[in-house]
């Protein structure tokens, strides 16, 4: 079983940074991707950014220019900077982590999330 802890939420004025971090932990085959995601209470959760194990990022249409999000040497671990944060990107912030069990089951796992609260 794979178990993710996610740290670094909190709460920060508009314009200001924040920095998330991701670990996971327990026995996984591969790991395809790791990526944040975010939810609102009463919305979707909706995409933050994603990182692929060849390094390919994706973004949410909302954060890009203003977020990074990068991995650990390992590879088990993934970082989300937040930059220019906005009263918008109050959230719930979830980490992800999809991959491989073994050598032919796909599996995808969820943090517990961590609150960012953007506030002045």
């Known amino acids: 079983q794979v178990q993710l802890v996610e740290s670094g939420g909190g709460l920060v004025q508009p314009g200001g940074s924040l920095r998330l971090s991701c670990a996971a932990s327990g026995s996984i085959f591969r790991i395809i991707g790791m990526g944040w995601y975010r939810q609102v209470p009463g919305q979707v959760r909706e995409l933050v950014a994603t990182?692929?194990?060849?390094?390919?990022?994706k973004y949410g249409d909302s954060v890009k220019g203003r977020f990074t999000i990068s991995r650990g040497d390992a590879k088990d671990t993934v970082y989300l900077q937040m930059n220019s944060l906005e009263a918008e990107d109050t959230a719930v912030y979830y980490c992800?982590?999809?991959?491989?069990?073994?050598?032919?089951?796909?599996?995808?796992?969820w943090g517990q999330g961590t609150q960012v609260t953007v506030s002045s």
């Open positions: 990182i692929i194990e060849g390094g390919g990022t």
């Open positions: 992800s982590l999809w991959g491989y069990s073994d050598v032919t089951t796909q599996r995808g796992y």
